[in-house]
């Protein structure tokens, strides 16, 4: 039983964290996909990360097909 209410709980968590994203989603390609679309093309991404002392770089292939949407989603997740 607590199994699956955890995994009930994660699910939920997961639902509500990717209609949040939708929000920031308006206007861009991305609007209208599928939760599983999203994952697969926004969070599925094969990146390099580099983490410094006052700043972590994400190196991503020049092939990747959403790499300026991607960062732009990110800038305007990123407070302050």
Not at 10 to 22: C, P, V
Not at 51 to 75: C, F, G
């Amino acid at each position: 039983w607590w199994t699956n209410q955890w995994r009930l709980l994660l699910s939920g968590f997961a639902y509500t964290l990717f209609e949040r994203l939708r929000a920031h989603l308006k206007k861009t390609p991305f609007e209208r996909m599928s939760a599983s679309n999203l994952r697969l093309k926004l969070i599925k991404v094969g990146a390099v990360i580099i983490r410094n002392t006052r700043r972590i770089q994400v190196l991503m292939s020049d092939a990747y097909p959403y790499k300026d949407e991607l960062s732009d989603l990110v800038r305007r997740l990123v407070p302050g």
